[in-house]
């Protein structure tokens, strides 16, 4: 009897796991209505589309300000027969050409706004949670972007780049062209990193205070112990 009575409890206890089949500490999903998630989604979409103007003068202004900077210190370079002003309008025209390849690949994502959402179908509910998702995680894009403006490593890299350049116009050149392309090299750096749009992080903080979460619920959690003559089962709500 008392085997019987132990293999029972076993028997038991590995049905419950198996019925159950929860994971201890799975994450918790959200459970919005269609309302929150529509009510969401326009607000993200509104911000999104409200950011993209001066994305897009910021992202297109220094395009074309390092486009044309690089095409006349390219053509002063051609044109110049001082070795001295060649070697500086080479390396500034090096320099723009740099920072028009890190403008065109690499822009900032809030020039589309709201568009690449557009597409997305919302005729069911696992699609309305989708485009949910993707305007969630576009707005934290913009945000994380907008933030690098404060981050030390790229004002770092901005003014490596043009010491390197002043080296090498100190090298070949005059010593005072160098220094004068160093401090003015590092200024419009400056001025092109801290113009950014940052407008993303405000939007993000919004809609956080705007639609907090509801409390999540702890998973049903289950964990054996030993009992006499057998195990047990011990569930946390």
Known sequence: MYILKTCIQQLVALLVLAILAIPAGADPQ??????????????????????????????????GFYAANMAAQGYMAFKSNDGDHEAKYAVGAVKSAVALALMLFRPLPATEGA?????????????????????????????????????????????????????????????????V?????????????WSQPHRAIDDLA???RAF?????????????????????????F
């Open 212 to 236: 907090p979460d509801p409390p999540s619920h702890e998973p049903l959690a289950w964990e054996l112990t030993p009992i006499q003559g057998g195990l047990g089962v011990t569930f946390r």
């Open 115 to 179: 568009a690449p959402l557009e597409d997305m179908p919302t005729g069911t509910l696992a699609q309305k949670e989708a485009r949910l998702k993707a305007a969630e995680d576009l707005l934290q894009t913009n945000a994380a972007r907008a933030g690098e403006r404060r981050s030390w490593s790229r004002h770092l890299t901005a003014i490596g780049v043009h010491f390197i350049g002043s080296t090498t116009i100190a090298a070949i050149g005059d010593v005072k062209d160098a220094v």
């Open 30 to 63: 959200r459970h919005l209505s269609e309302e929150d998630m529509a009510r969401r989604l326009a607000f993200i979409e509104e911000r999104l589309n409200a950011g993209r103007t001066s994305a897009r003068y910021w992202q297109y202004g220094w395009s």
């Open 206 to 208: 919004a809609y956080e």
């Open 181 to 193: 392309s160093n401090v003015s090299g590092i200024a419009i750096s400056q001025v092109h990193i």
